[in-house]
């Protein structure tokens, strides 16, 4: 009807709101849902976001310690938008499965390993943010098992990658399969016994425990003295590196998917969406075991002195992004253990120092 | 091929080759697995067949000179070599002295960038990756020099009978001498940097032994040869060109391992690049090319041989006195070499397979040729 006067116009995001206010009104449990669903997604969206940047510099920084180039023409000089052009290609390739392989776990891995990775993220907080006064914690849970949470999160990737190589049916992929259990069970125990001792100096298996422990303390008339983990139990800092290293998959540690004998060893038959979905993964826990160390033992987003909470983010990101490239030095730089050797280094070496690690980090604990 | 029926239930045969990443040129190695062990290997040749032989007989003598660089295109200046050589025997020509010292700097420039190629992509085979790419570095000033001279970085062509093609470039020798020392420079860091590294010792030493008795029983040569401890060179034994007029020691080591064959590579390059700054002081000026008719027809039998990258490289002529040579039989050192491979495989871990294989730096195209 021409002339018919509206009190109010309304936008489609009102219309939104006030159906969101009812629906959560008559149905109260969708809302933990609701947030919970946009909560994954935003930090899925930073960690792929965060995967291609890392994935990128790697390929710049190893090209400048090899004295080559890397990519330089897509996006501009510096190749920045090579990563995008190769996730097009990979979103857009056919999805092969090999006719012998078994669908399940062939289908499985990926999603295994990708979400193993997801759910690391989802346990660990990365600083603070203030909006109008008010300290908003940066995490989807702050749990109070976190450390526990993080690390039974990290482990569980490994059952990707066995389901990877057992369900290709490849010889290469099998081997490949075997490898990665095999130094997963000589990494692992060190591993977990250093987080161990780490929760048991601090008595709390908090990351916000932990990292608010690690800020400042007084010694020998000194004030400001990071009580970083690294300067408390530097054994424990290079046990975790180590087993970290491990971990990630980085080079010396990278027996499963060694080219030179195995083609790529795990992966060999993954192609397409799979294999990036794969090739991501191996990148979040490079960025999320940075995380993990900056954490335990570089004080989380602390510095030894105040700071506005507004800083804590990028002092957080900073130490993350001077950990990954620590390991893209290491991984640039040594050639591969072959995999009895790593055996032997985690069940002769790392296993005992983590142990005396852990002596040391009770009593200092209770001196503390 | 292995019989299957005769696999146990916990082992498996596992095939590299004949397209995998470590392979440069194709040949097939079955590796019959017992977990990470192997237990036996077989390997199988044969992929990559050119029929060098053959098209060399078709072919005049001269135009048959880029089909020897292409036998290993990372050894052609001594193919090149050894197939004038045997041509100079059969017409009994003298080759002026100028052009002997030309052919023994190219020799040695073409010994050094094989050995760099070589060296890298061994270290590359137990994931040293940048090593790989920092010698190949290096060996970009070997390329400029060759280039220098001979115009390609590649497949050569550059030896004629009676000499070779062009004399050096002006500025060569300042040029070389200029180039060598740092290239030795940083060529010996490459070496400190490799062999220093805690698990390059441990990836290496002990690692694929070749004792003294098998590497005599079934014909090793070259570097790998002298890694086992056997001095014998035949730039020593039998001295082409001017060879028996140049200071050089014969590099050996005892251990036969792994370790010990990139060693010796790496001391071969030392020796080569002292090698050449002699040629370069004393080399006289003259000709550089015997005169010829322009066919050559030979006539005889002949068996000439010089120290390739690898080892022996030989070959056999039989030319009737036509235009074209009757038969030539080429020996490449590469394909004696292998066949050390089967019984050094046995018990070791699959790692490590690479690394042998890399170490005893066979070319497949040579092998094959």
């Known amino acids: ?368 | 091929m292995m019989p299957m029926d005769e696999i146990k239930d916990s082992e498996m045969i596992v095939h590299l080759g004949p397209q995998h990443p470590i392979l440069a040129g194709p040949f097939m190695l079955d590796l019959r697995l017992e977990g990470e062990t192997v237990k036996e290997a077989e390997f199988t040749l044969g992929y990559g067949h050119k029929g060098v032989e053959k098209i060399l007989e078709d072919r005049m003598y001269i135009s048959c000179i880029p089909v020897t660089d292409r036998i290993c295109y990372l050894a052609s200046l001594s193919n090149n070599e050894v197939f004038c050589n045997c041509i100079e025997k059969l017409l009994d020509v003298e080759v002026p002295e100028r052009a002997q010292y030309i052919r023994v700097i190219l020799m040695e420039l073409s010994r050094i960038q094989s050995h760099l190629i070589g060296l890298g992509e061994f270290a590359e085979f137990i994931g040293f990756m940048s090593m790989f790419m920092f010698l190949v570095r290096e060996r970009e000033d070997i390329l400029t020099l060759l280039e220098m001279i001979t115009g390609a970085r590649l497949t050569h062509s550059f030896v004629r009978p009676g000499g070779v093609r062009l004399d050096l470039p002006e500025n060569f020798k300042e040029k070389a001498l200029k180039i060598l020392p740092d290239f030795e420079k940083r060529v010996r860091e490459d070496q400190e940097t490799l062999e220093s590294d805690e698990i390059y010792i441990e990836r290496t030493e002990g690692v694929g032994v070749v004792p003294t008795s098998l590497a005599k029983e079934v014909g090793v040569a070259g570097p790998v040869l002298r890694a086992s401890g056997v001095n014998y060179d035949i730039r020593r034994v039998e001295p082409t060109l001017v060879y028996k007029d140049l200071d050089f020691k014969v590099i050996t080591a005892t251990a036969g391992d792994t370790f010990a064959r990139a060693h010796c590579r790496f001391e071969e390059i030392y020796e080569s690049i002292y090698i050449i700054q002699q040629c370069l002081d004393q080399i006289p000026s003259g000709e550089v090319r015997a005169k010829l008719p322009k066919t050559l027809k030979p006539e005889g039998e002949v068996y000439c041989r010089v120290e390739d990258p690898r080892g022996e490289m030989a070959f056999y002529m039989i030319a009737d006195g036509s235009p074209k040579p009757y038969r030539v039989r080429i020996r490449g050192p590469a394909y004696a070499t292998l066949q050390a491979l089967p019984p050094v495989l046995e018990g070791v871990y699959v790692a490590d397979v690479p690394a042998i294989i890399g170490s005893m730096d066979g070319c497949t195209s040579e092998v094959d040729r």
């Open chain 1, 1 to 368: 009807m021409i002339g018919m006067v509206v009190e109010e116009v309304g936008t489609v995001i009102d219309l939104l709101h006030t159906y969101l206010i009812h629906i959560f009104s008559q149905y109260p449990f969708l809302k933990p849902l609701l947030i919970g669903f946009v909560g994954a997604c935003v930090i899925t969206g930073i960690l792929f976001v965060a995967g291609m940047f890392v994935v990128w510099l790697e390929r710049k920084f190893s090209a400048d310690m090899q004295t080559r180039f890397g990519p330089n023409r897509v996006g501009g000089r510096y190749g920045q938008l090579q990563l995008l052009a190769d996730a097009i290609k990979l979103f857009t390739k056919e999805d092969l499965v090999p006719e012998t392989a078994d669908i399940w776990l062939f289908t499985g891995a990926p999603i295994i390993a990708i979400l193993s990775a997801l759910m690391m993220a989802a346990g660990m907080p990365f600083g603070y943010v203030e909006v109008f006064g008010k300290q908003y914690l940066m995490a989807i849970t702050n749990m109070d098992i976190g450390v526990l949470y993080v690390e039974a999160m990290a482990a569980i990737s490994v059952f990707g990658i066995f389901m990877a190589g057992w369900g290709s049916a490849s010889k290469y992929a099998v081997i490949g399969a075997f490898r990665s259990i095999a130094k997963m069970i000589g990494y692992e125990v060190p591993l977990a016994i250093t987080v161990v001792s780490a929760a048991v100096m601090v008595g709390s298996l908090n990351f916000v425990d932990i990292v608010n422990f690690q800020t400042s303390l007084s010694f020998l008339g000194l004030e400001h003295v990071p009580a970083w983990l690294l300067i408390l139990q530097p054994l424990g800092f290079f046990v975790f590196g180590v087993s970290l290293l491990a971990d990630m998959g980085s080079k010396p540690f990278d027996q499963p998917e060694a080219e030179e004998e195995l083609v790529a060893g795990w992966g060999v038959d993954y192609s397409g969406m799979r294999w990036a979905l794969i090739y991501f993964s191996e990148y979040f826990h490079l960025i999320l075991g940075a995380c993990l160390f900056v954490l335990l033992f570089l004080g989380g987003w602390t510095l030894p002195f105040d700071m506005p909470a507004n800083l804590t983010l990028p002092v957080f990101f900073g130490k993350v992004l001077l950990v990954i490239l620590a390991v893209l030095v290491v991984r640039w730089s040594l050639p591969r253990y072959r995999i009895d050797q790593v055996q032997r280094l985690g069940w002769k070496i790392l296993l005992p120092l983590s142990l005396v690690n852990l002596a040391w980090a009770s009593a200092i604990g209770v001196m503390l």
